[in-house]
C-alpha cells in the first residue's frame, strides 16, 4: 500500500451524514475512537472498506469516509470473505453486534475465523436486539426480562469469546466502550494482527439495556471486577490491586496477595500465546458480586500466527500457473478431444 | 468366416444401457458417447441416476441408466425409445422395458437374473423374464458377463470383487463390436484413468477386448451395424455436457472483459460439477470458494463483485431459495452478479437428480420488494457456454444481477459441440469509475448512482483514489446513494430500478423463428431444455405437411422486443414446460395472450412424440 502523502486526522475520516445514533449511545464512543486510529494505521482512505449488516452497530460504515457496505442482517462477514478473497491489499473492517454476529450470522463467524481472513471483526455487544426495540440477545443473560422475555430469558446466552476460541481464532480481544485507551490500544492490536482478528467490544445500550456492563466500567466496582490483561504480567485486580489469580491445575483461584505477599510470584503470568491458558481465561464469565468471583478480563487473550485463505488461495493459482502455465482460452474450450468434419 | 455377420447401416440408434448405480454404467455410456463423436456421429446423451450414491444394489431404486443417441442425420434429443437395452440386472430390465422399441434388442447379464436378483426386482423366480418368454417380441442376447469376465480376470491376480468392477468394460467391448467400432479411444482413456495401477489398466482393456471378441466369435449375433459420419456443418467439434459449458463459459466471459472470476457455492446436485470442473481452472486466475453455506456462498460472490471481480455464484432451486435475499441486496447496489440455477424437480429437495422448469418464476418474481433481475435461459449443453456469457455481459454491461437458468437435462447431457475460437468472442468492458485528484474531488462530489443512458451506474470500486463512498441494502437516496427514507424518492428508485432492467431489451437480440412451414398457423413457443424434442418434433410435422412452427425463447426478462408481436402472427400458440405453466404466466401477463399450455411435470423431459401428438391434436381442433 502506498504511503498517505497529506497527514490526514480523525475528521478526515467523519462523513457528512449525521450520525443517528440514540444519544448517550456507546457507539458514539467507538465511532470516535477507530476514527482517531484510522490516521495512524498510514494505509490510504481508498484502501479501507468497511462492512457491516444489520442492527444499531450495523450503521457505522455510513460514517466513516472510507469504502463502505450496508449489507443484509448476519451476512457481513461472508461478503467480507467474497471481498478479501479477491482483494487482499485491501484493509476490512467488519462492524457487527451480538444479534448480527452470533444470532443470524453465527454460521459464518466461526467459518470466517477457521479461515482466518486477514481483517478485523469489531463485535458490539449490548446483549441486546436495539433496532428491534429491546428483545433479548444470544449474549443477554438467563433470565433478562426484556420485550420477548417478560417472565425471563430462559436461553443459556453466548460467551463469544470461548466461541471463537471453539473455532480456532487466531487473535481474540475484548475492550469496552467507556476506556477509550483501551480500545484504541486493542483496535490497534487487531489492525496489526495477520489473520481474523476478533475484537468483542462491551457497549452500553442505553435505551434498552442501560447499565448492562456497569459493573466493569463504572469508576466504583471497575477495579475489583475487571482483570486488564497485558502480556508478561501477572494476573492483578482489585480496589488496590490487592488480588491476583493463581492457577491450581487447570482451575483459576482468586488470592489476596496483600496479606500474602509471598504468593506474588505464583500467580498467573500472562501469555497470549497460550491457547490453553485463553481458553481458561475465556471462561472468566462469572457474574460478578459473589465472594471469590473472577474478574472479567480485558485486552488480547489469545494472538497466533496462521497463514491465512486470502494467502492460500493465491498461492494455488500461482502454483497452478506454474505447473500448467498461465490458461489458454483456445486450449479450455477445445477440451481433451476434438474431430474435424470436412 | 463363413457365417459372418452381415453389415447393416442405420440412420440413428440409441441405446441404453443400465444397471446398478454401482455398476459403472455412466462410465461405459459416455466412453460409447465419445467414440462415437469422434467418429462423426451426431449424438445426445441423458443420464438418469438414483439420488442415492450406492442405493442398495439390484433393486429398482438402484437402477442408473445411460441413453445415448447417435447418428448420421441431425440428433436434437437423446431418444424418445430405444433400439438396444443393455441391463446387467433383472432390476434394470423391469424399470427400463418400456423405453425400449418392439423388435428392439435386449442385452443382458444372465448373472442378473440369479434368484437373489430376481427377489431384490420384486419379480418372483418363476416369472424369470429371461425364462417365461415374456420376452418374444424383442431380440434377446443372453451374456453371462460376470463369468466371462471373471474368467477373463482369472490370472490377473485380482479379487473377485475388483475383478467384477471390470464388468462393464465387458459389455463396452461387445457394444463396439456390434456396432463397428474401434476401441482406441476407450484404451486410451483407460490408460489415463488408471495410470497409477498398470494392473488395472491390463485388466480393464483385456475385459473390453473379450468382450469384443465375444461378439466375433460367438456367432450370437447374426448382423452388426454401421452408423456413418452426420452430415454436420464443417468444423472442429468436440463433445460437451452442459454444467462443463457453463463453467468455460464463465471462464471465457471473464477472459472477454478482464474480470477476474470469482465463483462462490456450495455443494448441490445438479449444479456441483460446475465447481468441479471450475476448480480445476485456477491457472485461469479463477477463485472458487466453497462456503459453509448457500447464503454465504453468494454474499461471498457479492463481495467479490463489490471489490471488482465477476461475482458468480450457483446452485438448484432449493440452494436458490437461500439465496434471495442476498439477490435483493446485489439489486440495491447494483453490482454485477450471475446467478446460475440449474433447475431440478422441486418444491423442497423435491427430485434431485430429475429434471424440471419449475424455477421460472421464482427467478422472476422470488424476492421480497419490486425486485426486477435479468433472467436468461440455455436450450441445450453447449448452449449453456453461449447464455452463461450473456448472463455475464448483461450483468456487467447493465451492473444488475442477473439469472441463469440451466436444468438436471441439459446440464447433464451432452452433445457435438462446434466451439468457438477464442479470437471470435466477443468482448465487453466493465465501467470501472476512475480515480479523481484531491482537486477534482473537491470540486465535484462523487455520486455513486449516477447513471448513463442506459441508467446504469459506475462500477466504484475499493482502492480508487477519491470515490470512497457508502452502499448498502437500506432504500438510497437517488445519485447519492445516501439512506434515504423519502416516500417520493422510494417510488422513483423502484421505477428507475426497474426502467434499468426494462432497458436491457435494447441490448439483446430479437425473437427469430427456430424453423417454419410455409404458412403456419400454429407456433410452438418454449424455453430451456425442451428444444431438443420440439426442434425434432416440429421439423418431422412440417416434413409431413402441419402448418406449424417453432420459436424457443432464451431471453426470459426482459423478453425480445418482437416477442408479443411475433405471437400474435399464429392463429395457436403452444407452450410445452416441464412444469405446471410457468411461462405461459409470464407471457399471458405481458401480452394477453391466449395460448396453450403444455405440460409435463415427471422429472422427465418430453419425447418428440409427445408434442407432435400436441400439435395435430390443437391443428386438428
Same mark, same amino acid.
Given at each position: 500500500?502506498?504511503?498517505?502523502?497529506?497527514?490526514?486526522?480523525?475528521?478526515?475520516?467523519?462523513?457528512?451524514?449525521?450520525?443517528?445514533?440514540?444519544?448517550?449511545?456507546?457507539?458514539?464512543?467507538?465511532?470516535?475512537?477507530?476514527?482517531?486510529?484510522?490516521?495512524?494505521?498510514?494505509?490510504?482512505?481508498?484502501?479501507?472498506?468497511?462492512?457491516?449488516?444489520?442492527?444499531?452497530?450495523?450503521?457505522?460504515?455510513?460514517?466513516?469516509?472510507?469504502?463502505?457496505?450496508?449489507?443484509?442482517?448476519?451476512?457481513?462477514?461472508?461478503?467480507?470473505?467474497?471481498?478479501?478473497?479477491?482483494?487482499?491489499?485491501?484493509?476490512?473492517?467488519?462492524?457487527?453486534?451480538?444479534?448480527?454476529?452470533?444470532?443470524?450470522?453465527?454460521?459464518?463467524?466461526?467459518?470466517?475465523?477457521?479461515?482466518?481472513?486477514?481483517?478485523?471483526?469489531?463485535?458490539?455487544?449490548?446483549?441486546?436486539?436495539?433496532?428491534?426495540?429491546?428483545?433479548?440477545?444470544?449474549?443477554?443473560?438467563?433470565?433478562?426480562?426484556?420485550?420477548?422475555?417478560?417472565?425471563?430469558?430462559?436461553?443459556?446466552?453466548?460467551?463469544?469469546?470461548?466461541?471463537?476460541?471453539?473455532?480456532?481464532?487466531?487473535?481474540?480481544?475484548?475492550?469496552?466502550?467507556?476506556?477509550?485507551?483501551?480500545?484504541?490500544?486493542?483496535?490497534?492490536?487487531?489492525?496489526?494482527?495477520?489473520?481474523?482478528?476478533?475484537?468483542?467490544?462491551?457497549?452500553?445500550?442505553?435505551?434498552?439495556?442501560?447499565?448492562?456492563?456497569?459493573?466493569?466500567?463504572?469508576?466504583?466496582?471497575?477495579?475489583?471486577?475487571?482483570?486488564?490483561?497485558?502480556?508478561?504480567?501477572?494476573?492483578?485486580?482489585?480496589?488496590?490491586?490487592?488480588?491476583?489469580?493463581?492457577?491450581?491445575?487447570?482451575?483459576?483461584?482468586?488470592?489476596?496477595?496483600?496479606?500474602?505477599?509471598?504468593?506474588?510470584?505464583?500467580?498467573?503470568?500472562?501469555?497470549?500465546?497460550?491457547?490453553?491458558?485463553?481458553?481458561?481465561?475465556?471462561?472468566?464469565?462469572?457474574?460478578?458480586?459473589?465472594?471469590?468471583?473472577?474478574?472479567?478480563?480485558?485486552?488480547?487473550?489469545?494472538?497466533?500466527?496462521?497463514?491465512?485463505?486470502?494467502?492460500?488461495?493465491?498461492?494455488?493459482?500461482?502454483?497452478?500457473?506454474?505447473?500448467?502455465?498461465?490458461?489458454?482460452?483456445?486450449?479450455?474450450?477445445?477440451?481433451?478431444?476434438?474431430?474435424?468434419?470436412? | 468366416?463363413?457365417?459372418?455377420?452381415?453389415?447393416?447401416?442405420?440412420?440413428?440408434?440409441?441405446?441404453?444401457?443400465?444397471?446398478?448405480?454401482?455398476?459403472?454404467?455412466?462410465?461405459?455410456?459416455?466412453?460409447?458417447?465419445?467414440?462415437?463423436?469422434?467418429?462423426?456421429?451426431?449424438?445426445?446423451?441423458?443420464?438418469?441416476?438414483?439420488?442415492?450414491?450406492?442405493?442398495?444394489?439390484?433393486?429398482?431404486?438402484?437402477?442408473?441408466?445411460?441413453?445415448?443417441?447417435?447418428?448420421?442425420?441431425?440428433?436434437?434429443?437423446?431418444?424418445?425409445?430405444?433400439?438396444?437395452?443393455?441391463?446387467?440386472?433383472?432390476?434394470?430390465?423391469?424399470?427400463?422395458?418400456?423405453?425400449?422399441?418392439?423388435?428392439?434388442?435386449?442385452?443382458?447379464?444372465?448373472?442378473?437374473?440369479?434368484?437373489?436378483?430376481?427377489?431384490?426386482?420384486?419379480?418372483?423366480?418363476?416369472?424369470?423374464?429371461?425364462?417365461?418368454?415374456?420376452?418374444?417380441?424383442?431380440?434377446?442376447?443372453?451374456?453371462?458377463?460376470?463369468?466371462?469376465?471373471?474368467?477373463?480376470?482369472?490370472?490377473?491376480?485380482?479379487?473377485?470383487?475388483?475383478?467384477?468392477?471390470?464388468?462393464?468394460?465387458?459389455?463396452?467391448?461387445?457394444?463396439?463390436?456390434?456396432?463397428?467400432?474401434?476401441?482406441?479411444?476407450?484404451?486410451?482413456?483407460?490408460?489415463?484413468?488408471?495410470?497409477?495401477?498398470?494392473?488395472?489398466?491390463?485388466?480393464?482393456?483385456?475385459?473390453?477386448?473379450?468382450?469384443?471378441?465375444?461378439?466375433?466369435?460367438?456367432?450370437?449375433?447374426?448382423?452388426?451395424?454401421?452408423?456413418?459420419?452426420?452430415?454436420?456443418?464443417?468444423?472442429?467439434?468436440?463433445?460437451?455436457?452442459?454444467?462443463?459449458?457453463?463453467?468455460?463459459?464463465?471462464?471465457?466471459?471473464?477472459?472477454?472483459?478482464?474480470?477476474?472470476?470469482?465463483?462462490?457455492?456450495?455443494?448441490?446436485?445438479?449444479?456441483?460439477?460446475?465447481?468441479?470442473?471450475?476448480? /480445476?481452472?485456477?491457472?485461469?486466475?479463477?477463485?472458487?470458494?466453497?462456503?459453509?453455506? @448457500?447464503?454465504?456462498?453468494?454474499?461471498?460472490?457479492?463481495?467479490?463483485?463489490?471489490?471488482?471481480?465477476?461475482?458468480?455464484?450457483?446452485?438448484?432451486?432449493?440452494?436458490?431459495?437461500? /439465496?434471495?435475499?442476498?439477490?435483493?441486496?446485489?439489486?440495491?447496489?447494483?453490482?454485477?452478479?450471475?446467478?446460475?440455477?440449474?433447475?431440478?424437480?422441486?418444491?423442497?429437495?423435491?427430485?434431485?437428480? /430429475?429434471?424440471?422448469?419449475?424455477?421460472?418464476?421464482?427467478?422472476?418474481?422470488?424476492?421480497?420488494?419490486?425486485?426486477?433481475?435479468?433472467?436468461?435461459?440455455?436450450?441445450?449443453?453447449?448452449?449453456?457456454?453461449?447464455?452463461?456469457?450473456?448472463?455475464?455481459?448483461?450483468?456487467?454491461?447493465?451492473?444488475?444481477?442477473?439469472?441463469?437458468?440451466?436444468?438436471?437435462?441439459?446440464?447433464?447431457?451432452? @452433445?457435438?459441440? /462446434?466451439?468457438?475460437?477464442?479470437?471470435?468472442?466477443?468482448?465487453?468492458?466493465?465501467?470501472?469509475?476512475?480515480?479523481?485528484?484531491?482537486?477534482?474531488?473537491?470540486?465535484?462530489?462523487?455520486?455513486?448512482?449516477?447513471?448513463?443512458?442506459?441508467?446504469?451506474?459506475?462500477?466504484?470500486?475499493?482502492?480508487?483514489?477519491?470515490?470512497?463512498?457508502?452502499?448498502?441494502?437500506?432504500?438510497?437516496?437517488? @445519485?447519492?446513494?445516501?439512506?434515504?427514507?423519502?416516500?417520493?424518492?422510494?417510488?422513483?428508485?423502484?421505477?428507475?430500478?426497474?426502467?434499468?432492467?426494462?432497458?436491457?431489451?435494447?441490448?439483446?437480440?430479437?425473437?427469430?423463428?427456430?424453423?417454419?412451414?410455409? @404458412?403456419?398457423?400454429?407456433?410452438?413457443?418454449?424455453?430451456?431444455?425442451?428444444?431438443?424434442?420440439?426442434?425434432?418434433?416440429?421439423?418431422?410435422?412440417?416434413?409431413?405437411?402441419?402448418?406449424?412452427?417453432?420459436?424457443?425463447?432464451?431471453?426470459?426478462?426482459?423478453?425480445?422486443?418482437?416477442?408479443?408481436?411475433?405471437?400474435?402472427?399464429?392463429?395457436?400458440?403452444?407452450?410445452?414446460?416441464?412444469?405446471?405453466?410457468?411461462?405461459?404466466?409470464?407471457?399471458?401477463?405481458?401480452?394477453?395472450?391466449?395460448?396453450?399450455?403444455?405440460?409435463?411435470?415427471?422429472?422427465?423431459?418430453?419425447?418428440?412424440?409427445?408434442?407432435?401428438?400436441?400439435?395435430?391434436?390443437?391443428?386438428?381442433?
Amino acid at each position: 500500500m502506498d504511503l498517505v502523502e497529506k497527514k490526514l486526522s480523525a475528521k478526515d475520516f467523519a462523513t457528512d451524514q449525521d450520525v443517528r445514533w440514540c444519544p448517550g449511545c456507546g457507539d458514539y464512543s467507538i465511532l470516535k475512537q477507530v476514527q482517531s486510529i484510522m490516521p495512524e494505521l498510514g494505509i490510504p482512505r481508498e484502501d479501507i472498506v468497511f462492512i457491516s449488516g444489520i442492527g444499531c452497530s450495523s450503521r457505522f460504515p455510513y460514517y466513516m469516509e472510507t469504502f463502505g457496505m450496508h449489507s443484509i442482517h448476519g451476512r457481513a462477514t461472508a461478503i467480507a470473505s467474497g471481498l478479501k478473497a479477491t482483494r487482499p491489499e485491501l484493509s476490512v473492517w467488519l462492524v457487527t453486534g451480538d444479534g448480527d454476529a452470533l444470532s443470524i450470522g453465527g454460521n459464518h463467524l466461526i467459518h470466517l475465523i477457521r479461515r482466518n481472513f486477514n481483517l478485523n471483526v469489531l463485535m458490539f455487544n449490548n446483549e441486546i436486539y436495539g433496532l428491534t426495540k429491546g428483545q433479548y440477545s444470544p449474549t443477554s443473560p438467563e433470565g433478562a426480562i426484556t420485550k420477548s422475555t417478560p417472565m425471563g430469558a430462559i436461553d443459556h446466552p453466548f460467551n463469544p469469546l470461548a466461541l471463537v476460541m471453539g473455532a480456532d481464532s487466531t487473535f481474540a480481544a475484548r475492550t469496552m466502550d467507556r476506556d477509550p485507551k483501551h480500545q484504541r490500544e486493542i483496535l490497534m492490536r487487531a489492525n496489526n494482527h495477520h489473520g481474523t482478528s476478533f475484537v468483542e467490544i462491551y457497549q452500553n445500550c442505553n435505551v434498552f439495556n442501560d447499565g448492562a456492563f456497569e459493573v466493569f466500567t463504572e469508576k466504583s466496582s471497575k477495579k475489583s471486577n475487571t482483570l486488564f490483561l497485558e502480556q508478561g504480567k501477572p494476573l492483578i485486580f482489585g480496589e488496590n490491586d490487592q488480588l491476583g489469580i493463581k492457577l491450581e491445575g487447570f482451575r483459576p483461584v482468586v488470592v489476596n496477595i496483600a496479606e500474602n505477599p509471598e504468593l506474588i510470584n505464583e500467580l498467573w503470568v500472562h501469555d497470549e500465546r497460550d491457547r490453553v491458558k485463553a481458553s481458561i481465561l475465556t471462561r472468566f464469565f462469572d457474574q460478578p458480586g459473589f465472594d471469590g468471583a473472577l474478574p472479567r478480563p480485558f485486552g488480547v487473550f489469545y494472538v497466533e500466527d496462521r497463514y491465512c485463505y486470502e494467502e492460500a488461495m493465491s498461492h494455488q493459482i500461482e502454483t497452478a500457473v506454474q505447473q500448467k502455465g498461465k490458461g489458454d482460452l483456445n486450449k479450455l474450450l477445445a477440451g481433451n478431444e476434438t474431430w474435424t468434419i470436412e | 468366416m463363413n457365417n459372418s455377420p452381415v453389415l447393416e447401416e442405420k440412420q440413428s440408434v440409441t441405446i441404453l444401457f443400465a444397471g446398478d448405480s454401482g455398476d459403472g454404467i455412466q462410465l461405459t455410456g459416455s466412453q460409447f458417447t465419445n467414440t462415437a463423436a469422434l467418429l462423426g456421429n451426431d449424438i445426445s446423451t441423458f443420464p438418469n441416476f438414483p439420488a442415492e450414491i450406492r442405493a442398495p444394489q439390484g433393486t429398482l431404486a438402484g437402477v442408473s441408466g445411460f441413453q445415448l443417441h447417435f447418428g448420421s442425420i441431425e440428433i436434437n434429443t437423446p431418444g424418445d425409445n430405444c433400439d438396444v437395452l443393455v441391463v446387467m440386472n433383472a432390476a434394470a430390465l423391469k424399470a427400463n422395458l418400456k423405453q425400449l422399441k418392439p423388435g428392439g434388442t435386449i442385452i443382458a447379464n444372465t448373472d442378473g437374473f440369479d434368484s437373489k436378483n430376481l427377489k431384490l426386482a420384486k419379480i418372483d423366480e418363476a416369472n424369470n423374464p429371461l425364462k417365461n418368454n415374456s420376452l418374444s417380441q424383442y431380440k434377446v442376447i443372453e451374456v453371462d458377463v460376470t463369468k466371462m469376465t471373471r474368467e477373463c480376470l482369472k490370472d490377473s491376480g485380482l479379487g473377485t470383487k475388483e475383478m467384477d468392477r471390470s464388468k462393464n468394460m465387458y459389455v463396452l467391448g461387445l457394444i463396439y463390436w456390434i456396432y463397428n467400432r474401434d476401441m482406441e479411444v476407450s484404451r486410451n482413456f483407460i490408460k489415463e484413468k488408471f495410470k497409477k495401477r498398470p494392473d488395472l489398466i491390463e485388466a480393464n482393456i483385456k475385459t473390453m477386448e473379450a468382450g469384443y471378441n465375444f461378439g466375433e466369435t460367438s456367432e450370437t449375433f447374426n448382423a452388426r451395424y454401421e452408423v456413418k459420419r452426420a452430415k454436420q456443418e464443417p468444423g472442429v467439434y468436440r463433445n460437451i455436457m452442459g454444467n462443463q459449458a457453463t463453467a468455460i463459459g464463465l471462464v471465457a466471459a471473464a477472459n472477454q472483459s478482464g474480470l477476474n472470476l470469482f465463483y462462490g457455492t456450495y455443494p448441490i446436485t445438479p449444479a456441483s460439477d460446475i465447481l468441479h470442473e471450475l476448480s /480445476k481452472h485456477k491457472n485461469f486466475g479463477v477463485k472458487t470458494f466453497q462456503a459453509e453455506d @448457500e447464503i454465504a456462498a453468494i454474499c461471498s460472490a457479492i463481495g467479490a463483485s463489490f471489490g471488482g471481480s465477476l461475482g458468480v455464484t450457483a446452485s438448484s432451486g432449493p440452494g436458490i431459495a437461500l /439465496k434471495t435475499e442476498a439477490i435483493g441486496l446485489a439489486t440495491m447496489l447494483e453490482i454485477p452478479l450471475v446467478i446460475v440455477n440449474v433447475q431440478r424437480g422441486g418444491p423442497s429437495t423435491g427430485l434431485p437428480t /430429475k429434471t424440471e422448469q419449475a424455477d421460472l418464476l421464482q427467478a422472476v418474481y422470488g424476492r421480497n420488494g419490486e425486485c426486477p433481475v435479468p433472467v436468461v435461459s440455455a436450450c441445450s449443453p453447449s448452449d449453456c457456454f453461449d447464455m452463461v456469457f450473456e448472463a455475464c455481459r448483461i450483468a456487467v454491461e447493465h451492473m444488475t444481477p442477473v439469472f441463469f437458468l440451466s436444468d438436471g437435462y441439459i446440464a447433464n447431457g451432452s @452433445e457435438p459441440w /462446434k466451439f468457438p475460437n477464442a479470437e471470435n468472442l466477443p468482448s465487453f468492458k466493465p465501467n470501472f469509475a476512475k480515480a479523481r485528484t484531491d482537486e477534482e474531488a473537491a470540486a465535484v462530489k462523487f455520486l455513486p448512482y449516477k447513471r448513463d443512458e442506459k441508467l446504469v451506474r459506475e462500477w466504484a470500486i475499493p482502492g480508487t483514489k477519491n470515490l470512497e463512498h457508502r452502499i448498502g441494502g437500506i432504500e438510497k437516496e437517488n @445519485e447519492t446513494g445516501n439512506i434515504s427514507y423519502d416516500p417520493d424518492n422510494h417510488e422513483l428508485m423502484v421505477k428507475i430500478r426497474q426502467a434499468k432492467v426494462d432497458t436491457i431489451a435494447d441490448f439483446i437480440p430479437l425473437q427469430e423463428l427456430d424453423n417454419s412451414a410455409n @404458412e403456419a398457423n400454429t407456433l410452438v413457443l418454449a424455453w430451456g431444455s425442451t428444444y431438443g424434442s420440439i426442434r425434432t418434433a416440429v421439423r418431422e410435422l412440417i416434413a409431413e405437411g402441419y402448418p406449424v412452427a417453432h420459436a424457443h425463447v432464451r431471453y426470459m426478462n426482459p423478453f425480445p422486443k418482437n416477442l408479443g408481436e411475433l405471437m400474435a402472427k399464429y392463429k395457436n400458440v403452444i407452450i410445452p414446460e416441464i412444469n405446471n405453466g410457468q411461462l405461459i404466466r409470464l407471457l399471458r401477463d405481458k401480452y394477453l395472450v391466449e395460448a396453450i399450455p403444455f405440460n409435463k411435470i415427471k422429472g422427465m423431459p418430453f419425447s418428440v412424440e409427445e408434442i407432435k401428438n400436441k400439435v395435430i391434436e390443437v391443428i386438428g381442433n
